[in-house]
């Protein structure tokens, strides 16, 4: 990428400043339910800042989400594989005639039955980070961790009050959790 803008531009694209980076991680076995009890995101303090479930239509399909901040800068959870089933269909009319269909896990790296929780950190304006702001930083965004302002937490378990519940009942509760 830098040969062509060198080529096209009279400028060092090492020295090019991002606009914006997006980074993602992959959470393999863990639904976005559980995360939305789980995570917390530090020093965010938009009115998305309690990370509570929405939904947006894609591909004709409902997906479940929740982010912390605004866009550019926000920390966005959501379930990769139904995102991916939601675009598939999309993916297979562009596919050649002559040619074999892809299955969703050829195209997508996974099978379709697969749990997985995708967090997405945006980073924009003026809140890119230093460590990676412009283009010839990129080669050591590896040492950069871009989620060190989020926690995942232990999801808590208050013990039910006896008084509430009652004896049985409380134990009962306790007992399925």
Known sequence: IGQIIDCVFEVDPFQMHALRLDFAADMFGVPVTHLNDSVRVKFKRS?????????ELVGGRRLE??????????V????????????????L???SPDADLPTYEETFGFPEN???ARVERQAGGMRIPEEVATFGQLY????????SNVEIMPRGFSFPDPR??????SLKLIGIH
């Open 47 to 55: 009115s998305y800042a309690r990370g509570e479930i929405d939904y």
């Open 65 to 74: 989400y929740f982010r912390y901040g605004k866009s550019p800068n926000c």
């Open 76 to 91: 966005r959870v959501y379930d990769k594989p139904a995102e991916c089933m939601s675009r598939f269909p999309g993916i």
């Open 93 to 95: 009319k562009r596919v």
């Open 114 to 116: 697969t749990v997985m």
């Open 140 to 147: 050591g965004a590896d040492d950069f961790n871009p989620f």
């Open 164 to 169: 509430q519940y009652g004896n049985a009942r």
